[in-house]
């Protein structure tokens, strides 16, 4: 059993910054893929980003390459997710998942633990 907390989300302006964080405990976070979703009123949730399983490659929905990047430190069993030049379409909750080996990576099926989740809202 993995737990995850997410942490860091809030109000920003349409080109500004936040930093997300993926507090994880339970079960050696080292052993899973961490990945990151988002979902927005109305419509289903996204995959966002993620890293492959061995952790050598990130992947990246294409609506935030060049902007938001995923980083880990597994000796604080902690995720990141830093989203740059935030446009209001990046508005969203926010979630961070476990996966384990197997499964497609940007298939939320694929993920066997989530986090409650932390509101993004980007203004115009």
């Known amino acids: 059993q993995v737990q995850l907390v997410e942490s860091g989300g809030g109000l920003v302006q349409a080109g500004g910054s936040l930093r997300l964080s993926c507090a994880a405990s339970?079960?050696?976070?080292?052993?899973?893929?961490m990945g990151w979703f988002r979902q927005a009123p109305g419509l289903e949730r996204e995959f966002v980003a993620t890293?492959?399983?061995?952790?050598?490659?990130?992947y990246y929905t294409d609506s935030v390459k060049g902007r938001f990047t995923i980083s880990r430190d597994n000796a604080k069993n902690t995720g990141y997710l830093q989203m740059n030049s935030l446009k209001p379409e990046d508005t969203a909750v926010y979630y961070c998942?476990?996966?384990?080996?197997?499964?497609?990576?940007?298939?939320?099926?694929?993920?066997?633990?989530w986090g409650q989740g932390t509101q993004v809202t980007v203004s115009s």
């Open positions: 339970g079960r050696t976070f080292s052993n899973y893929a």
């Open positions: 890293f492959s399983w061995s952790g050598g490659r990130t």
């Open positions: 998942a476990a996966r384990t080996l197997g499964g497609t990576y940007n298939s939320a099926l694929a993920y066997a633990y």
